[in-house]
DNA sequence: TCCTTATCAAGAATTATTCCAATTAAGGGA
DNA sequence: TCCCTTAATTGGAATAATTCTTGATAAGGA
């Protein structure tokens, strides 16, 4: 279900009377929620369409698009492949693991802001922190023996 | 000037005898040097253009590509826009203006060690860390008075 | 229920980047 | 120095993620 429109962050470009609440946008919405393995637009669209055939790949983007402008979703870009979409709102970085491709949400330890953790020059303003790691992810760390391999080459 | 090959890092998968030195890779790491204002491909492709009218866009994408993959020059990317580059090579964060749309090199002097900040669960591997920063750089956070405008809007 | 207006769907368009094939040139060896 | 092998360069075509366009549809307030 998405948050009710009072509850939404607003500001001044936002529709005054909040996201409208479609058919297409709760499906949307609930398939990022349904499950956190940051899927791109296409993976949306194909859970989505399972479950409502008539839904379009553009209505998917307008819709991820449309919720991350409302703040109920993260964009998640990596160098230039697809964005992909992420509904844990909490402050989080984001391992991007080289062998399986997967993206591991890791929590703050402790909120902290940026001038305590970076040592920043005077005069800049932040509004916003973005952390990413590149490495392997705990599946891919450390491998099950009984699955016999080793990780498989990185995706290049 | 290109570094000599033998100061290159090697791997495995870098050509035995370093980067072969063209006109167009001297050129365009030189356009990269001269001005360190994290320029995309069409800005260098231009600039080196104007020296070297010959050159096509597409050994600019080669070129930086190289210089990449040879460990001369970073890649930034921000959101979904053009892929910027960056001869800068000492460990620093970038911070992107909404205002003016400039990258900001922030040398991160007394960077905290991940496991510091995050809270990192067991068995993952980190191999590179990125940060990236998004607000408004010095100019922009305080505009010169003489200028007689406030920031203008951001670039959308 | 009706009306206004935002949203949807399908396909076309856009754009950053990569691929392709023919030509050119780097750089090691004779 | 000249030659030869091999990789790099060019220009144009191709690709792929995303956005745009237009007419049809539906949300939600009156």
Not at 39 to 68: G, H, Q, W
């Amino acid at each position: 279900m998405i948050p009710p429109a009072e509850t939404l962050p607003k500001d001044s470009s936002a529709p005054k009377k909040g996201v409208r609440q479609t058919e297409q946008r709760k499906a949307v919405f609930e398939a990022l929620m349904a499950k956190a393995d940051h899927p791109n637009a296409v993976d949306v669209f194909m859970r989505v369409k399972s479950r409502m055939p008539s839904i379009s790949l553009a209505t998917v983007y307008n819709c991820l698009e449309t919720l991350t402008n409302a703040g109920l979703v993260r964009t998640v870009n990596h160098d230039r492949e697809p964005s992909r979409y992420c509904a844990n709102l909490t402050e989080h970085a984001h391992l991007f693991c080289t062998n399986c491709n997967s993206i591991t949400d890791l929590p703050l330890q402790n909120p902290m802001l940026p001038e305590q953790v970076w040592n920043l020059p005077p005069g800049i303003t932040i509004a916003r922190q973005e952390v990413a790691f590149q490495g392997l992810c705990a599946q891919c760390s450390t491998p099950d023996p009984a699955s016999g391999s080793a990780p498989s080459a990185p995706l290049s």
